[in-house]
């Protein structure tokens, strides 16, 4: 008996329909899932990103807090004499600033902080060492440390040095040693002067529109300016300070307020930042309230990623 083939059945137009929507559905679940995971991967990256860029600015900071005061083999800065020394920057002579002798490097101006108006005020020169591409960030503090290098460093022309032992010490830049050295033996040192003064500039080296921390940092007997790390668009101090000698923090205070007292013992710094993304992200809106350690605050409303820190750092070489 003859067979004939079986006839062939093709799908129909509601079941084609039905699993192209299948299809659709999946698809763009799929899609879904990616950029979501796209986005968070994104946002994880930003975020760790800017973490990586406050806790370096944290880093760099806080080896210098830390010494700030420290004169080599003593930390009393009231014993400390200075030849005749010319610091510059831009070509102004900008000694009385970096040195502080234009009242005498005293303790309490081993470390010395302020918003722009005050610290410009105390600091008297340091407005011929212009800020990059001036002026700085409104409503941000600047912090200035003096202090001697770690370790001991060799003679060295040009450079700003400082002998000590634990009755004198002498600030002096020809390379030669002090008279008041020359009979010592092995119980003095030679250390490099350190003075910074770090401030939030408005742009960064390679970002016009982008903030940054900054710092104009001595070299040899030049004032030079740096960059420590973009993104930084405010920064708060404030004082720790000792009011009955136990050793311990009894107050923070902001430098600039009305009540604090410039010969108060200063035994620990505490540092705000707030730090932002290098560019904005499509489809972020930062309305977040950012309140200063002053209780003022900012909106930024705005599509940059922001995170906010701090850090608290003691002294050293606090003198009792």
Known sequence: MMRHPQKQLG?????AMVSMAIGMFLILGAFTVYTQGAYSFKTIEGTSRIQENLRFAFDTLEPDVRLAGYWGMHNDSGIIKSDEIVVTCDGANVSDWVLDTYIGITARNDIQAGNT?????????????SAFNNPIQENTDILEIRRSSAATRPLAADTVQIKSNRSISRLFSNGAEPADFVNEVDIDGTFDYVFNTYYVAQTSNNLADTPSLRRRTLNGITMVDEEVIAGVEDMQIQFG??????????????????????????????????IRSEYEELGLEDNKTYTRPDGTFNIPADAYRRIEGSKTIFLRNSRS
């Open 11 to 15: 799908f129909t137009l509601i079941e």
């Open 117 to 129: 108006a005050n610290i410009a005020a105390n600091a008297r020169k340091a407005a011929d060492c």
């Open 241 to 274: 300070l000792d009011l009955n000698g136990d050793g311990s923090v009894n107050r923070y205070i902001d430098p600039v307020d009305d009540t604090f007292d410039a010969d108060s013992k200063i035994i620990a710094v505490r540092i705000w930042m707030l």
